[in-house]
């Protein structure tokens, strides 16, 4: 007996739903709105700084220029809010004929467009609430922080002591770039008979940056002159400064060279070794060498913290730009004197940051491609 089973009908392909894209016409509207409405803000603000001014003695003229300048550039937020509400309406024309793929392009470039409004409009209102906040309370701050008349006439005297500060930073890099590779290369001494060497680089290390570096310079600025040592004791002020920020700043280093110098694969000290190279001579042309590339961003870090520490000069007396400032701001019972030492510290220090970074970024850069 036989048994035959009737083959299964085939089934119809199945078809997948298409959903159709979101609209971005509400989000383009958004955007487009935000944008009249920070433009509205800003020529609001033009207006009550238009009077600030008047107030601050500031060439009007000027004033006037640069405020207009500023409210003109407003007008900008409107051109990636009208490309985003253009390409919002071709989308929806696509989207109602049916065409599923002109219309997620033109709505995801909507919402592109759209992004790029908000971040701008929240950059420029950040700016406005900056600026809203120095004229308030009829100018308090403005005139505490930013009165232009005082910051021409005591620019030139600040800038005078602010190359005291310029001076103590330079020699005190120098100093401790030495200082601090000595430290470092003492706690790394090898061996049984090193140890003490190595007890005595890290009881220093341990000792100078646990130390606020402001009582590092207290300390020395006033504890050397008192002792009465000969040649010490006659040190202009600004060397005790230097002496003390080396001695405070060494130790940081001291640990960023051991750092790069410990990062270098022992294979190279060991094939230095066994071609002949003494110890110090492994260190000289083959460690260091390699190990000092590797720390220049962390190095330029500390560097810059040195900058701004060399501000606190003014507890030993020495007349450093800050100190120079407080004269003047005491005299005139207003900070902006202040005001003109903080921008001359951020203008120095910028470019340097700005450097740190492209060089970490070029490492970094380095390190992927050899994977």
């Given at each position: ?20 894209p979101?609209?971005?016409v ?17 020529w ?19 004033g ?12 900008l ?8 509400w253009?390409?919002?309406q ?29 971040g ?17 309370n ?71 940056r646990?130390?606020?570096?402001i ?24 060397w005790?400064?230097?002496l003390?920020l ?8 001291a640990?960023?060279?051991?750092a790069g110098?410990e990062s ?14 003494s ?8 460690v ?25 000069v003014?507890?030993?007396g ?20 202040v005001?003109?030492?903080?921008f ?14 492209r060089?970490i ?11």
């Open positions: 007996m036989s048994s035959s089973t009737a083959p299964e009908p085939a089934r119809p392909p199945r078809r997948r739903v298409v959903t159709p979101k609209d971005a509400t989000a383009a509207s958004l955007a487009l709105a935000g944008a009249l409405a920070v433009i509205a803000a800003t609001w603000l033009r207006s009550v700084l238009s009077g600030v001014l008047v107030d601050l003695q500031v060439d009007g003229a000027l006037e220029t640069l405020l207009l300048i500023a409210s003109v550039a407003s007008l937020l409107l051109l990636p809010a009208y490309r985003a253009q390409a919002a071709r989308g929806r024309t696509a989207r109602l004929a049916a065409d599923v793929i002109t219309a997620r392009v033109q709505g995801a470039a909507a919402r592109t467009w759209c992004w790029y409004t908000f701008y409009a929240v950059a420029v209102l950040l700016v406005l609430a900056i600026a809203l906040f120095i004229v308030l009829d100018v308090a701050v403005g005139r505490t922080f930013f009165f232009l008349p005082l910051i021409f006439d005591s620019f030139y005297l600040v800038f005078d002591a602010f190359w005291v500060n310029v001076f103590i930073f330079c020699v005190a890099e120098v100093f401790v770039l030495i200082w601090g590779l000595v430290v470092a290369i003492a706690r790394l001494i090898p061996g049984e008979p090193g140890r003490p060497i190595r007890m005595i680089a890290t009881a220093y290390i341990d000792v100078f646990g130390l606020p570096a009582i590092s310079i207290y300390l020395v600025g006033f504890g050397l002159p008192l002792t009465g040592l000969p040649i010490i004791r006659d040190f202009p002020l600004e005790y400064a230097i003390a080396t001695l405070t700043y060494g130790a940081y280093v640990e960023v060279y051991r110098i270098i694969h022992q294979s190279q000290t060991a094939a230095a070794r066994s071609l002949g190279l110890y110090a001579q492994t260190l000289r042309y083959v260091i060498p390699q190990a000092v590339r590797r720390i220049i961003p962390p190095l330029l870090n500390d560097f810059i913290s040195l900058q701004k520490d060399t501000a606190l003014n507890v030993i020495a007349i450093d730009a800050f100190n120079q400032a407080k004269i003047v701001a005491s005299n005139h019972f207003n900070l902006s004197s005001t003109t030492v903080a001359l510290f951020v203008v120095i220090t910028i470019p340097q940051a700005r450097f740190v970074d060089l970024e070029r490492d970094q850069r380095r390190m992927r491609a050899a994977g």
